[in-house]
């Protein structure tokens, strides 16, 4: 079975402070790939970055950058010297290759809310 | 120019209306679907459509209802709308099927209110 689990359900720093969302997901396929999304108060889901299992690069743009790795089934999301815009709820997702287990869906994690107190 | 752009964005309507909300796509996808996001933000997807034809139909009562009349754009109605109906739906579009490797682009939401 497919799953993504953000446990952390609520952040709260103060501005400038680095913080970093966790993302620990479960796959039986070998090709799948990892999403982040992020929903500010305003309520729409902005599309932040597609990772695909065989690049472990980290990535990096801007203040956010993304740590992947296999080992550990995990895809984590840093933001550097957070900014009170940084406020939202972000969301990590998954979408795997077997048809029958997923039937090509995304997997959604339960987001984390991040709150960056001024 | 909003990439996927819904309508309305507030809607507001008593127990046993029906109700339709508006989907447009201008990324020139093949794939458009509806999201619905519960009180806990918990995201669920309703329907897929390819090229109007639907590919994915969740469990959905068959209150629910899209409408594909071409591929940039998908329609919700809704009949007889019940108290549990109020949520935050998403339209959205990809390029291909929705599976490995396709990003999916969302519209700013419909929030909706049963009273």
């Known amino acids: 079975a497919q799953k993504v689990t953000q446990a952390q359900t609520e952040i709260s720093v103060v501005e400038k402070e680095d913080v970093t969302l966790d993302c620990v997901y479960e796959?039986?396929?070998?090709?799948?790939?990892l999403f982040w999304y992020k929903q500010p108060p305003s309520g729409e889901l902005v599309f932040l970055i597609r990772?695909?299992?065989?690049d472990e690069q980290n990535e990096i743009s801007g203040r956010y950058s993304w740590n992947f790795q296999k080992s550990t089934s995990s895809f984590n999301f840093t933001i550097t010297a957070s900014q009170v815009v940084d406020s939202a709820v972000y969301f990590c997702?998954?979408?795997?290759?077997?048809?029958?287990?997923?039937?090509?869906?995304?997997?959604w994690g339960a987001g984390t809310k991040l709150i960056i107190k001024p | 120019d909003t990439a996927v752009s819904q309508t309305p964005k507030y809607l507001v309507t008593q127990m046993g209306n029906d109700k339709s909300i508006k989907c447009e796509q201008n990324?020139?996808?093949?794939?458009m679907y509806w999201y619905k996001q519960d009180s806990k933000k918990f995201l669920k997807i309703m329907f897929s459509?390819?090229?109007?034809?639907?590919?994915i139909n969740e469990t959905v009562p068959n209150r629910f209802s899209p409408k594909s009349p071409d591929k940039a754009h998908l329609n919700l109605h809704i009949n007889s709308l019940e108290l549990g109906d109020s949520a935050v739906y998403f339209c959205?579009?990809?390029?291909?099927?929705?599976?490995?490797?396709?990003?999916?682009?969302f519209g700013e939401g419909s929030w909706l209110t049963v009273v």
């Open positions: 997702a998954l979408s795997g290759s077997l048809l029958m287990d997923s039937n090509y869906q995304l997997i």
């Open positions: 796959t039986r396929d070998t090709t799948y790939y």
């Open positions: 990772r695909n299992s065989f």
């Open positions: 990324l020139g996808h093949d794939t």
């Open positions: 459509y390819n090229n109007k034809e639907l590919i």
């Open positions: 959205a579009s990809s390029q291909g099927l929705q599976g490995p490797g396709n990003t999916i682009y």
